[in-house]
Structure formats: structure tokens, C-alpha cells
């Protein structure tokens, strides 16, 4: 016995990150991606339709001019809610730097299937990814390269992610949790979910058991984190990623390693190379070594000038965007 999943999505100019990110959750059983295209002009239109001819991903054009980030994402989640009911048991909320993974043996739809159906969404702590001190973007899997997260008792666990019933869904005020018409929330180890205070998305325990977790990879590398800089320049998400933004939970989301997404990587692998899209090179060495215990102490590794207070941040050119050729992706 296994449960339908779905995933809903908002994306602008993600084109660099949506083969690994989609593979990923189609190969752990996802039915059918709903992405809502916020205005790329990259190449994420162009691989949503590559995508399409293998997978369930369908891509809807989503802008709304005038209103800001958060309103148009909670439009898009509304949205996609009304349209899952009846064609999903449970449809996740998530962005394209965050994955849902299934505890070890398992696929999405084995992990959701233990949950009755007085369960009406289940709200996920995230797991915090750092930049595993890398300054420059590698051509390898997201998963791979980036293995240091935040203490699991860190406060930026207590923010969650909701996957849930559509027909139990009220209109989202958030995009973290939900409210619900019928059933009620719990974490994913079953206990029920106990939201914290000002924000309704901050949960006020962190739960890290349970057949489900959220590997959420907010920086990736500085250049990667630059290039986000500019995805939301002029909107009002600008101030908000500053460079105090990467300086501050760079340190706190390095702290420790974690290294249970490795398991996945031959699976997005097989998974690319089934619909003829090469994964990122050098998939295998793609997982950094420890780092060293002089390294653990300066706070980084060599080359990649992270400090308290102050940092040295290079000035990024190059676009990150894939090239999509008829052969496949080349990757910068």
C-alpha cells in the first residue's frame, strides 16, 4: 500500500538546478511536478519541456506583476492545491533548493503511506545546508558537494515545509505551514505539529525522526549564492539576501556533516541518463573529503575566505545557466 505524491513548485530562472531536482524526486516516486514559472528567461522553460516527454512536469507560466514574491507563491500554492484534489493523495509545497527524501529503503509514496487519513499534512523541519566552504560553483550534484549542515539543534531547523492533502488545504497565509478544512498536521514522526510564535511556519519543537526528512541547501557555494543575489535583484526578496545573509548562516549551516543524501546519487544518476540528460561531471568524486581539523578551526577550508564579521566576496560574471544543446546539457 503506497499514497500519491505530488510536488508544487514556483521557479525563476532555476534552469541550473531543475534536471538534478526533478530527477531526484521523480526517481523517489513523485507523480507529477507542478512548476510555476515566475518569469524565467533562462533556459528553464526550454528543460521543463525536455523533461516533460519523460515525466509528469508541468510548467505554468505564473507572473503577477506589482505583487510581491510571497503573495504570487502563495497564489501558485493555492492554485496547484485546487488542482490536485482528486489527482493526488499528497502534494508537497516545496522550492528547487530543497529536497524531500525517504528514509533509507523507502520511496516517498512507501514513507507517506503510513500516515491514516486523519492525517491531513505533515509539516517537515528542514535541514540546513552550508556551502561545505566551496567559493565556486563545481559541476557536480547539488547533493554531492554540499555535506555540512547546522547542528539538528539549531533554530533554523525549526522552520518546515507542508505536504498535504489537497482537499484539506485552506488558502495558504504562508508558505511554510498550512491550515486545514478537516483532518489535522503532525510531524513526520506522527506527533502533532505545535506551531511557534510570530511565525506560524516556525515550529516550535524540531523533530528529526520519522520516515521523511527536508535537506534544504539555501547557499550552495558563494558564486551560486551571487547568482541568486541577482535572481531577485529588483524585487522586494533584494534586501533580504544581502551578503550578511551568506556570511551569517555560513557559519552556523557548516557545523556538522551529513552525508545521508549521498545514498541518492546513483539513483538521479541512472535516472538522467535514462532520458538522455547528463548528470553534472564527476559525479563520483562530487562529495568533499571531512574537512580537516585545522580546517574545522579556521572555519573553512584554503582559497575560501570566511570569517567572522567580515568576508572577501568575489565579484561573479559568468551566467549559470545550462546550455541546452540536441545532445544535452553542457554544464559551466
Known amino acids: 500500500m503506497t499514497a500519491s505524491i505530488s510536488i508544487c513548485a ?37 528543460l521543463a519541456s525536455r523533461l516533460s516527454q519523460h515525466f509528469r512536469l508541468v510548467r505554468v507560466p505564473w507572473t503577477q506583476p506589482g505583487a510581491g514574491h510571497d503573495t504570487v507563491q502563495r497564489a501558485a500554492f493555492d492554485d496547484a492545491a485546487a488542482w490536485y484534489i482528486g489527482r493526488a493523495d499528497f502534494v508537497a509545497f516545496i522550492d528547487l533548493d530543497e ?117 534544504h541547501y539555501l547557499l550552495k557555494s558563494l558564486q551560486e549564492f551571487r547568482a541568486k543575489q541577482r535572481r531577485f535583484s529588483g524585487t522586494d526578496l533584494a534586501d533580504r539576501y544581502d551578503d550578511s545573509y551568506f556570511l551569517n548562516r555560513d557559519e552556523i549551516t557548516n557545523a556538522e556533516e551529513d552525508r545521508f543524501a549521498l545514498r541518492f546519487l546513483p539513483l538521479i544518476e541512472a535516472t538522467l541518463r535514462d532520458i538522455c540528460i547528463p548528470p553534472p561531471a564527476d559525479t563520483v568524486m562530487a562529495a568533499p573529503p571531512p574537512p580537516t581539523p585545522a580546517q574545522e578551526q579556521a572555519g573553512g577550508a584554503a582559497g575560501v575566505v570566511i570569517g567572522r564579521g567580515t568576508m572577501v566576496v568575489p565579484s561573479i560574471t559568468q551566467s549559470l545557466a545550462p546550455t541546452v544543446a540536441g545532445g544535452g546539457i553542457t554544464w559551466p
Open 10 to 46: 514556483m521557479a525563476r530562472n532555476e534552469g541550473r538546478a531543475l534536471a538534478e531536482w526533478a530527477a531526484c524526486h521523480f526517481a523517489l516516486g513523485v507523480r507529477e511536478i507542478r512548476l510555476y514559472d515566475n518569469g524565467s528567461d533562462d533556459d528553464t522553460a526550454e
Open 99 to 215: 529536497f524531500l527524501l525517504p528514509a533509507e529503503g523507502m520511496s516517498l509514496p512507501e514513507a507517506l503511506a503510513g500516515y491514516d487519513h486523519s492525517v491531513g499534512a505533515i509539516a517537515v523541519n528542514q535541514r540546513c545546508f552550508g556551502s561545505s566552504w566551496h567559493d565556486k560553483y563545481q559541476p557536480a550534484p547539488v547533493l554531492g558537494r554540499f555535506t555540512r549542515r547546522a547542528s539538528l539543534d539549531s533554530p533554523e531547523h525549526c522552520f518546515v515545509k507542508s505536504i498535504a492533502r489537497p482537499e484539506c488545504l485552506l488558502p495558504f497565509r504562508t508558505v511554510h505551514s498550512v491550515e486545514l478544512n478537516t483532518g489535522h498536521c503532525v510531524f513526520p514522526d506522527g506527533t502533532p505539529y505545535e506551531p511557534g510564535t510570530p511565525h506560524p511556519g516556525k515550529a516550535r519543537r524540531i523533530v528529526t525522526t520519522g520516515p521523511l526528512r527536508l535537506h
